[in-house]
C-alpha cells in the first residue's frame, strides 16, 4: 500500500480500489506519486530492441571504502501483535532512530517500501522526544497521500541507522497520527480515506527508500500544491512550503557510504504460498563486494515519476516495481474476481503471464513468467508469503509490480543522481 505521494495520477491509484477490502489483507497494492519532477508525457511504445546493458557495479570514481555492515534482515510473517488480520506479503525490518543527545531506539516490524521515499513512524511507537522541524512561526506537519488516502503527522528529526548503516546527520521523517498536531486540515482529509489509522496494526511504520531522494522535492519547495506539507501553530494549521532539508528523506541517502542504491533479495518461494519467508536487504550497489549485482541483472532506467514500460501478454502499458504493495495488480479482462473479498483475482486454477519490462526509453527489455492464482485459496491458508497474490487495478494498461516480483528475483533500486545513464534511477535484477 504504501507508495509515492500522489502529486500526479501517473504512480498513485492503480491499485486503490483494493484498500479496506477484508481483515484478511496486510496491506493493500499502493502504487506511488510522482518524484520532484512532473510525469513523463511519452505515450508507452513497443521496444523495438531487446539488447540488454548490465547493471553498474560502481559509480565510484575512487576506490571503496572499507566495508560496513550493509545488509538488514527482512521477514515476511504474521507480525505478533496482530491478532485479527493476515499480514500477507509485508517485508519487515528493524529501524533505530537517535536524538541529538544519543539516546537511541529500535523499532521493529517497519515495512519495507520501495515505492516511497522517507521513514514515516506512527507516533504511539516512538519514546524519543524528537525535535519538531521549524517552519515559520509553527511547526512542519506532512500530510503523506496514499492511493487509499493520507497519512496525517509531524515531522521530526532524527538519526537513522539500518544494520550497520547510519545517517551521517539527523534527517526529516514523519511520525503519523501524532496526537500533539490537531485535527488534518481539510485539504489534507479530502484524499480520501485515514490510510494510516488502517495501516497502524499492520507495521509500526514505513522505511521508504524509493529511486528518489526526498518525497516530493522542487515541487513542494515553492508551492503549497497539493497541500503535502503544513506549517501548524497552537490548533491552526495552514498550508506551507518545504525545502528539501526540511522534507521526509529517503535515509539511503545520507548514509556515510552505501548511499547509491539497495537490494532486497527474497528466497524463490512456491505458487502455493509458505507461511513465511526470510530475506535481505542490502545497501549500496557496487560499493562492496557484497553488493554487485548478478552478471545476469539488467537495468530498467526509470522516467521522473518512476515508472518504465511494462506488456503484458503482449500489450504494452506502464508500471513499476513496488515492495509496499502486496500483490501483482494489473487489469486482467476474463479473468474472475473473488466474491468474498473485493479486489482480488480468484481464477479457478493458477494461470501465468508473460511480463515484458523495458526501460523508460525502450531498451533493455526482460521477459518473465508471472502466476496469478486463487486469492480466497491462499488466504485460507493462512499463509503470509504469496507470490501468486494478485488484484485488480485502477488504470487500464497500468501495472504494479508488487512484493510478489520479488520471490526469487533480487530487484536492485538505484537512486536519482547516481548514475548518468538513468537521471532518475533504475530498477535491476
Known amino acids: 500500500m504504501p507508495s509515492r505521494f500522489l502529486l500526479t495520477v501517473s504512480r498513485s491509484v492503480a491499485c486503490a480500489v483494493i484498500c479496506g477490502a477484508a481483515l484478511l489483507l496486510s496491506a493493500c497494492g499502493g502504487g506511488g506519486g510522482s518524484s520532484s519532477t512532473t510525469a513523463g508525457t511519452a505515450s508507452p511504445t513497443t521496444p523495438t530492441s531487446a539488447a540488454s546493458s548490465p547493471a553498474p557495479t560502481s559509480t565510484a570514481s575512487s576506490p571503496p571504502p572499507a566495508a560496513t555492515n550493509n545488509v538488514a534482515t527482512v521477514s515476511i510473517r504474521q ?5 485479527t488480520t493476515l499480514t500477507v506479503n ?9 536524538d541529538a543527545s544519543g539516546n537511541c531506539q529500535t523499532v521493529p516490524d517497519v515495512l519495507v517500501d520501495t515505492g516511497s521515499a522517507g521513514l514515516r513512524l506512527f507516533a504511539n511507537k516512538v519514546s524519543l522526544n524528537l525535535p519538531a522541524i521549524q517552519a515559520g512561526s509553527g511547526e512542519l506537519a506532512a500530510c503523506a497521500q496514499f492511493a487509499s488516502g493520507y497519512a496525517w503527522g509531524s515531522m521530526r528529526s532524527a538519526t537513522v541507522k539500518i544494520a550497520g548503516e547510519s545517517t551521517t546527520t539527523a534527517i526529516p521523517i514523519q511520525l503519523m497520527s501524532d496526537p500533539s498536531l490537531p485535527a488534518a486540515p481539510s485539504q489534507c482529509s479530502a484524499q480520501g480515506a485515514n490510510f494510516a489509522s488502517g ?10 527508500i524509493s529511486n528518489f531522494s526526498r518525497d516530493c522535492g522542487s515541487a513542494c519547495t515553492t508551492s503549497t500544491r497539493p497541500g503535502v506539507y503544513y506549517a501548524c501553530s497552537g490548533s491552526s494549521c495552514s498550508p506551507s512550503t518545504a525545502a528539501l532539508a526540511q522534507q521526509g528523506t529517503n535515509p539511503i541517502i545520507a548514509f556515510a557510504v552505501d548511499n547509491n542504491g539497495s537490494t532486497l533479495d527474497l528466497p524463490p518461494v512456491d505458487p502455493g504460498g509458505a507461511l513465511s519467508v526470510n530475506g535481505t536487504l542490502t545497501f549500496g550497489v557496487g560499493t562492496q563486494a557484497d553488493n554487485a549485482p548478478p552478471s545476469t541483472a539488467v537495468r530498467f532506467p526509470v522516467d521522473q515519476s518512476g515508472n518504465f514500460i511494462i506488456a503484458v501478454n503482449g500489450q504494452t502499458g506502464y508500471g513499476f516495481v513496488d515492495s509496499g504493495s502486496n500483490g501483482t495488480y494489473l487489469d486482467l479482462a476474463g479473468v474472475p474476481q473473488c466474491s468474498s473479498v473485493a479486489g482480488f483475482y480468484c481464477p479457478t486454477i493458477p494461470f501465468s503471464l508473460s511480463i515484458m519490462t523495458a526501460g523508460y526509453q525502450g531498451t533493455p527489455t526482460k521477459t518473465q513468467q508471472v502466476t496469478i492464482g486463487n486469492a480466497e485459496t491462499m488466504f485460507s491458508s493462512g499463509y503470509t508469503a504469496l507470490p501468486a497474490l494478485g488484484g485488480t487495478a485502477a488504470i487500464t494498461n497500468f501495472v504494479d509490480l508488487g512484493l510478489p516480483f520479488f520471490y526469487g528475483r533480487p530487484i536492485t533500486t538505484g537512486l536519482e543522481g547516481t548514475d548518468p545513464a538513468a537521471p532518475y534511477g533504475y530498477w535491476a535484477y
Open 79 to 83: 507480525i505478533e501483535s496482530n491478532t
Open 199 to 208: 495501516f497502524a496494526g499492520i507495521a509500526n511504520g514505513i522505511l521508504g
Open 90 to 98: 509485508s517485508p519487515y525490518v528493524s529501524v533505530t532512530i537517535c
